[in-house]
């Protein structure tokens, strides 16, 4: 996979990830939408002969895409419900990866049963990403706690994130 994600050619708003991809540990909100643009075409060569995967991939694009939308319609419920379809229809191939051959208790799919319903009722999923908060605890934590000398640090953020 890094290798893939290595050789995709270089645009000028895509994000380059080297070949160290499977090494992150923790992605932030933004990165993991940068991925995302890019993981069909890295994952495609690897699923050659195996369609019903990449669609999978490709429905799952698709739904977290749109469901980001800042505004809704029934035509983006459509295409919504659609990836949903087209989740539902595939992912049984990957249940013989998981150890107990269950997808049953995996509350980020399970969620997205709902989604549909949620922004009918409550309108776009927009801001409900972790950007902004990713964003602050760069700002408040980290800059507080590089400013402080690392002894009794909790005090020192506090007084500096009040300045």
């Given at each position: 996979i890094d290798e893939r994600f290595f050789a995709l050619p270089y645009f000028s708003?895509?994000?380059?990830?080297?070949?160290?991809?499977?090494?992150?540990?923790?992605w932030t909100g933004s990165e993991y939408k940068d991925m995302?643009?890019?993981?069909?075409?890295?994952?495609?060569?690897?699923?050659?002969?195996?369609?019903?995967h990449l669609k999978?991939?490709?429905?799952?694009?698709?739904?977290?895409?749109?469901?980001?939308?800042?505004?809704h319609t029934e035509t983006t419920h459509r295409?919504?419900?659609?990836?949903?379809?087209?989740?539902?229809?595939?992912?049984?191939?990957?249940?013989?990866?998981?150890?107990?051959?269950?997808?049953?208790k995996i509350p980020k799919i399970h969620s997205?049963?709902?989604?549909?319903e949620c922004i009918k009722e409550m309108g776009s999923t927009n801001n409900s990403d972790t950007e902004v908060s990713e964003a602050a605890h760069k700002n408040l934590i980290k800059d507080g706690y590089h400013a402080s000398n690392?002894?009794?640090?909790?005090?020192?953020?506090?007084?500096?994130?009040?300045?």
């Open positions: 708003d895509i994000r380059q990830f080297g070949d160290k991809l499977t090494l992150v540990k923790q995302l643009k890019v993981w069909l075409a890295a994952l495609a060569p690897l699923l050659k002969g195996h369609p019903n999978f991939f490709k429905s799952v694009t698709d739904f977290i895409m749109i469901a980001g939308y800042h505004s295409y919504l419900q659609d990836a949903l379809q087209g989740i539902s229809r595939n992912i049984h191939l990957f249940l013989p990866y998981r150890h107990n051959q269950s997808i049953s997205l049963f709902h989604y549909i690392k002894v009794d640090y909790i005090p020192q953020m506090l007084r500096w994130e009040t300045r």
